[in-house]
């Protein structure tokens, strides 16, 4: 099992075998966003896992008024969009079953 710190430890990446490694670094895209731009929006799917390089991250739920209720907030070394990404595969297998 891993948890919730050790998962979110850039320090995750280092204890890949190089082989593994390689092969995500083969995937893996750098892409910066400006303060305030949208990742991806309640309702969507996250087209991947993201990891924070630099600065932080807000995720939160706007209500009926607008009003921002923050949900967590990702720093730098932090993975997110993972649960997203594992809810939805496991859908499509339970589907298959």
Do not use: C, W
């Amino acid at each position: 099992m891993i948890s919730k710190f050790t998962f979110n430890n850039q320090y995750l990446l280092d204890e890949l075998p190089k082989h593994d490694k390689d092969l995500l670094e083969k995937v893996m895209k750098d892409k910066k966003y400006r303060k305030n731009e949208a990742i991806f929006t309640e309702g969507t799917l996250p087209t991947g896992i993201f990891y924070v390089k630099n600065g932080k991250v807000k995720k939160y739920k706007a209500d009926n008024d607008g009003r921002e209720q923050i949900v967590h907030i990702y720093n730098s070394g932090e993975f997110f969009g993972y649960a997203a990404i594992l809810v939805k595969k496991l859908m499509v297998i339970q589907r298959l079953l």
